[in-house]
């Protein structure tokens, strides 16, 4: 295996045959990110690594149940209550860092049409983050890459939508895109809501 990169969560390694393992982070490990990227006191640090756990246990308990195509989610194998292997993806930051931008725009229009569906199946990805959390399979196709904060509780989807989580991960795509994509989650997302 081949390290990949490491998040708050998990762990990726490179399995040389197409597909990645993501093995969640110890407490040590956790710990030590989580502080570096949030800026916590370090008392605070102990009971958000709590809180991803739980959600990387929950996200493992209901993808097998979830009635999205698997290949949405890198035909993911859940190995045990926190561990997984997936299809190896490309994240989307460094396709729609290097496409003009009318290829940007139909990536942008992918991930709308991939992250609707998905909402229509009860599932969400929590932030909602194009850059890191998404990303194209062998086939070109955009996948959810970040399997463990998936919300499938209607009420928490619905809250978390009107919250725009997507508003904050525009920042990391390029300045010539964000309004595209702006505007496309808010007509898929909030007016879809208010008319529902």
Same mark, same amino acid.
């Given at each position: 295996?081949?390290?990949?990169?490491?998040?708050?969560?998990?762990?990726?390694?490179?399995?040389?045959?197409?597909?990645?393992?993501?093995?969640?982070?110890?407490?040590?490990?956790?710990?030590?990110?989580?502080?570096?990227?949030?800026?916590?006191?370090?008392?605070?640090?102990?009971?958000?690594?709590?809180?991803?756990?739980?959600?990387?246990?929950?996200?493992?308990?209901?993808?097998?149940?979830?009635?999205?195509?698997?290949?949405?989610?890198?035909?993911?194998?859940?190995?045990?209550?926190?561990?997984?292997?997936?299809?190896?993806?490309?994240?989307?930051?460094?396709?729609?860092?290097?496409?003009?931008?009318?290829? *940007?725009?139909? =990536?942008?229009?992918?991930?709308? @049409? %991939?992250? &609707?569906?998905? !909402?229509?199946?009860?599932?969400?990805?929590?932030?909602?983050?194009?850059?890191?959390?998404?990303?194209?399979?062998?086939? *070109?196709?955009? =996948?959810?890459?970040?399997?463990? @904060? %998936?919300? &499938?509780?209607? !009420?928490?989807?619905?809250?978390?939508?009107?919250?725009?989580?997507?508003?904050?991960?525009?920042?990391?795509?390029?300045?010539?895109?964000?309004?595209?994509?702006?505007?496309?989650?808010?007509?898929?997302?909030?007016?879809?809501?208010?008319?529902?």
């Amino acid at each position: 295996m081949t390290y990949l990169g490491r998040g708050w969560q998990y762990t990726t390694y490179d399995l040389g045959n197409g597909r990645v393992r993501k093995i969640y982070n110890s407490k040590r490990i956790g710990y030590l990110i989580i502080a570096k990227d949030a800026f916590l006191k370090f008392w605070e640090v102990p009971k958000l690594y709590a809180r991803c756990k739980e959600k990387a246990e929950h996200s493992m308990r209901v993808i097998p149940t979830l009635q999205v195509e698997s290949w949405m989610m890198g035909n993911p194998t859940i190995l045990n209550e926190l561990d997984y292997e997936q299809d190896k993806a490309t994240p989307l930051h460094r396709h729609l860092q290097s496409v003009d931008t009318e290829i *940007g725009k139909k =990536i942008i229009d992918a991930f709308v @049409e %991939l992250t &609707t569906y998905m !909402r229509g199946k009860g599932v969400i990805d929590k932030s909602f983050k194009i850059d890191k959390n998404f990303g194209l399979d062998a086939q *070109g196709r955009i =996948i959810l890459l970040d399997l463990g @904060e %998936l919300y &499938t509780d209607e !009420r928490v989807i619905a809250k978390r939508i009107e919250e725009r989580p997507w508003e904050f991960s525009a920042k990391f795509i390029p300045k010539a895109l964000r309004t595209y994509f702006l505007k496309q989650m808010q007509e898929a997302f909030i007016k879809a809501q208010i008319q529902s």
